[in-house]
């Protein structure tokens, strides 16, 4: 330490490096020989190592803390300790994004249409495309508030249907679910679970939902653990877009969202419930991160 404190102090011209070695107690002689002896192998693998965090960091949008880094480093063939990761990214300087808190965005409705919780907070699915949640939230924008509804395949995590408008009227969840079952195709009776906002108790959502073979499943009212895969969704969405920007207008919103989604978050985004696989790697039967790098 005191040697790299010699070199710190030496290559800025502050002091003789005579004068901080004889202040130090170390000899000029052991100085020069550290200084041109070649870099450990610990130290050449750490600076590999943070070249490639800085990569994946960047791959990631910026946004990963130390357990999706980790992931990534094994999913390219390098396990290394959750320490020493979180040691490289402090030394250069980086750190993963935190989300706000979580409040209330729904409101029960005055007369709802009734349907069973079938999920019972089991957010899990043995196959893809037979439960599915979703939810609604907002995003200001310089032209007024926007509103996100979500499709979420609890197999995998994947976001498999999503509508963005200026309203949080029924048809927003409709169009949301619209996109999901055109982009999926699942069987008849696929359960869709979500909160008792009235987007999703009102008469007009449950017509649809029949007629669309999509069997309804309510969480209990104002309870965020009864819908935890879509507010955690929400949690991450905003962390790691709506709070890094500013949102002129809605078009905007949808371009910029619409990439997050398919070029990130299903993508890229390692997910710590699926054992930090990407939804796409899991939906393609990998279930452990080391497969990747066999």
Known sequence: MKFAAIADWADQ???????????????????????QAPPSARATLDERLTALIVKIRAEARGNPGVRRVRAGLAAAGHLVSHKRVHRLMRAAGLRGRHPKAWRVTTVPGQAPVPAPDLIGRSFTAEAPNTRWCGDITYIKTWDGWAYLATVI??????????????????????????????????????????????????SEFDTYCRTKHITRSLGSTDNCYDNAVSESFFATFK????????????????RESQDWFDNYYNTVRRHSTLGYLTPVEYELGYRHINELAA
């Open 153 to 202: 395949d609890l197999h995998s995590r994947a976001l498999v249907g999503w509508a963005i408008d200026t309203h949080m009227r029924t048809s927003l969840a409709t169009d949301a679910l619209d996109m999901a079952l055109q982009n999926r195709q699942p069987p008849k009776g696929v359960i869709f679970h979500s909160d008792r906002g009235t987007q999703y108790t009102s």
């Open 13 to 35: 011209e502050q002091f003789p490096v005579a004068l901080m070695c004889q202040e130090l107690g170390v000899s000029r002689s052991g100085y020069y020989a550290w200084r």
């Open 239 to 254: 962390k790691e877009l709506i709070h890094t920007r500013p949102w002129p207008d809605i078009t905007r919103l949808k």
